[in-house]
């Protein structure tokens, strides 16, 4: 297993048992009061947590303005086939496909 996947599991194995360990009642206020338990309190404050650290801390991928290699500082010449190192191995027929590029 990749440590990532373990440190990940062992965070969640954390929060599952601090989730379960608060069970009892309590009472929120958020645009009014509520009484329900610490369990799902938690669990949604932590979810949100979540969501938002995704968002906020998401990697941009950056995408190149131009595609392509560019190198100005060389002048690329073309070797005429006759010259070419393999040329004694190749064949008229191949020569000539190679030319029509």
């Known amino acids: ?3 990532k996947t ?4 062992v965070l ?3 929060v ?6 608060n069970k009892e009642e ?5 645009f009014g009061h509520i009484r329900t338990s610490k ?3 938690l669990g949604v404050f932590f979810l ?3 969501i938002t650290g ?9 995408h190149p303005k131009e595609y392509g290699v560019t190198n100005h500082n060389t002048a690329i010449t073309p070797t005429p086939l006759d010259q070419h190192p393999y040329s004694p191995n190749l064949s008229d027929e191949d020569r000539e496909y190679l030319r029509r590029d």
């Open 54 to 62: 995704g968002v906020v801390f998401r990697r941009k991928r950056v």
């Open 26 to 30: 309590s009472s929120f206020w958020f």
């Open 39 to 41: 369990l799902l309190i």
């Open 48 to 50: 949100i947590g979540l």
């Open 6 to 9: 373990i440190i990940i599991a």
């Open 12 to 14: 969640l194995a954390i």
């Open 1 to 3: 297993m990749k440590p």
């Open 16 to 21: 599952v048992i601090v989730l379960f360990n």
